[in-house]
């Protein structure tokens, strides 16, 4: 990989900045309804959409067959560990087939990255687990800006790697049953200076089923362009661009359209996941999510 982390993380001293360190992280994820969502609101809350995924030219053997479509995990100090686990034994029990994520795994350093690789180890795909990065895997904030953290990205495709998670980063992946093919490409997320659809689809096949793999959902016409039938997207946690000006301006979206839910685009469809994680919860169209496809022939 381009970006291996060569050093190990250094352990901070558990003293008076370690204490005020985990008093902020406490209170900042009791503002976010940490407390509550890991709670017993969490089952009943968490919403499970279930769509069809009408694909051209999809074989037999992919027929039937669960998609399910995860994002946003932001796996940190705030987003609590036991959250996560929660939710995701829920995605296990959909028994998915393929199982996709599509950016934010974490909100940290390299100890979230093993975190996270860890929990999704635990969820068995009967054909693949694949992702994609967001723009908070390059750094806490922005890919490029501040908040970045240098081989972060690299660090937390390796540990994903290692956990049997295909990680898309320009790239494209076919998928077999019985000798029959799927096609998944994928992108680094839009803001990161590697944001590259042609790259991801210099090596794919024409001709195949294909469905299209980015965080941002600017993304998405891009990929629709190139051939993807379907695109999945998460990064908006249900909120509309210009709902909020103080996250607009930290966590821009150009299109002000894609906030969460199915989207016909000409030719193409793009769902946006709403994420998992639970910050900015408030309003019904925003609570988390885990959306269930199953394959289709168009």
């Known amino acids: 990989m381009n970006d291996v982390l060569l050093a190990q993380p250094r352990q901070l001293p558990r003293g008076r900045f370690y204490r005020v360190k985990r008093a902020f992280w406490s209170l900042a994820s009791t503002v976010s309804l940490g407390g509550l969502y890991a709670g017993r609101l969490c089952p009943t809350w968490v919403r499970v959409d279930r769509l069809d995924m009408p694909l051209e030219g999809l074989a037999e053997p992919f027929?039937?067959?669960?998609?399910?479509?995860?994002?946003?995990l932001h796996c940190s100090p705030m987003v609590l560990t036991r959250y996560l686990r929660q939710?995701?034994?829920?995605?296990?029990?959909?028994?998915?087939?393929?199982?996709?994520?599509?950016?934010?795994?974490?909100?940290?350093g390299t100890a979230y990255a093993r975190r996270v690789a860890r929990l999704l180890a635990a969820v068995p795909a009967r054909v693949a687990r694949v992702a994609c990065l967001g723009n908070h895997?390059?750094?806490?904030?922005?890919?490029?800006?501040?908040?970045?953290?240098?081989?972060?990205?690299?660090?937390?495709?390796?540990?994903?790697h290692s956990a049997g998670v295909h990680v898309l980063r320009n790239q494209s992946l076919i998928l077999r049953v019985d000798d029959h093919a799927l096609q998944l490409v994928g992108v680094e997320d839009a803001w990161s200076d590697r944001y590259d659809p042609e790259a991801a689809f210099a090596h794919a096949r024409q001709g195949l089923p294909t469905i299209g793999l980015t965080h941002n959902p600017d993304g998405a016409r891009d990929l629709?362009?190139?051939?993807?039938?379907?695109?999945?997207?998460?990064?908006?946690?249900g909120n509309k661009a210009g709902d909020n000006l103080l996250r607009d301006a930290v966590l821009p979206v150009e299109s002000d359209v894609y906030a969460g839910g199915y989207y016909p685009?000409?030719?193409?469809?793009?769902?946006?996941?709403?994420?998992?994680?639970?910050?900015?919860r408030l309003n019904l169209n925003r609570r988390p999510e885990i959306t269930v496809f199953t394959l289709k022939r168009a």
Do not use: F
Not at 224 to 237: D, E, N, V
Not at 265 to 280: E, F
């Open 63 to 72: 027929v039937g067959r669960k998609l399910v479509h995860i994002s946003d």
């Open 224 to 237: 629709a362009r190139r051939g993807a039938h379907w695109i999945l997207a998460g990064h908006t946690h």
């Open 87 to 108: 939710l995701l034994e829920r995605v296990a029990a959909e028994q998915p087939d393929v199982l996709v994520v599509t950016g934010d795994l974490i909100t940290g």
């Open 265 to 280: 685009l000409d030719d193409a469809h793009l769902y946006v996941n709403r994420g998992l994680s639970y910050a900015r």
């Open 137 to 160: 895997d390059y750094g806490i904030y922005h890919p490029s800006g501040r908040g970045h953290m240098r081989q972060l990205s690299g660090y937390l495709t390796d540990q994903l």
